[in-house]
């Protein structure tokens, strides 16, 4: 609780984000809704500390995901080291994200017969693995993933496919917070705090040690945000959106596929979709009424 306090007294937020944004961006709903508060999770009997992506899906994710909205509409799916989608029977084609306890992806949990058949198309489905922890051949890994996603949109079509690339995630934690002169400048922070604070029991790991986002930015500035790229069938051309949320985007895709999400928190963004192609299946505008910074 000291530390809790503390954190709101510095106004600290953000303390891991990945994978409850890559929930989110799938569900609709914010995680105290899904379920994936962090990356991890401690199991309270034991005091074993699990990753949630190592969980299967029915463990991890407890809302209902686009995966699932697709795949009961009767259409193929696919993912492509998605977090969170270890055994999702909502998925025909998955490399899933999932670690080896020695450290490292595990190229067991794919799609039965899926790597065969990649191997047997010449997609290098192995180097994806092979290269993963090598933050200088992460693109090559990236191409591999890429060339997998694409060798099974080309044979099945899918009518929904979420891909993960690590490439630009890797560059800024590798070059950013984690390169060794941010270590120097952040030890010598924490030498100069033991100084002018040696009484105060926080000072071994003290909370304003690491100010930035673990990718080296402050999550909460503007400027910081990422941008939203829609494009293709159904997509109107030039719309230009205002604020987008995570939230959003599912109902939007669905939509898309002239389908509807129920239970989401979002909106469905119907500035970006071209009108007719609300005609087969008009989608329902979530009840959630937003802020007023948002689409």
Known sequence: MPCARRTVAYRYRSLCLTHLSHTTLITGVRPRLHGVVGNRVTVRRTGERLLFTNLTRRES??????????????????????????????????????????????????????PDELRSADVPIDAYYAFY??????????????????HVFERRKPAFTAIHLLVTDKAQHEFGPSHYLSWGALTADIETHLTLDPKNSSTARRLMDEPY???????????????????????????????VRNIDE????????????RGVEGLVLREAIRQRAFSAAPPRRSAHRGCGRCV
């Open 133 to 150: 922890d090598n933050p200088y051949a992460q693109g090559a890994g990236d191409l591999a993933l890429t060339q997998a996603a694409a």
């Open 213 to 243: 986002h673990g990718h080296g930015f402050l999550p909460d500035y503007p400027e910081m945000y990422p941008v939203l790229v829609l494009s293709g069938s159904g997509i109107a051309r030039g719309a230009r959106l205002g604020h």
């Open 250 to 261: 599912p109902p939007t895709i669905a939509a898309l596929l002239g389908l509807e999400m």
């Open 61 to 114: 994710v407890k809302a209902a995901t686009i995966f699932d909205v697709v795949k009961a509409s009767g259409r193929r799916t696919a993912a492509f080291f998605r977090p969170e989608t270890r055994s999702d029977a909502a998925i025909d084609d998955n490399v899933a994200e999932v670690f080896r306890v020695e450290g490292g992806p595990d190229p067991r949990e794919v799609t039965p017969g899926l």
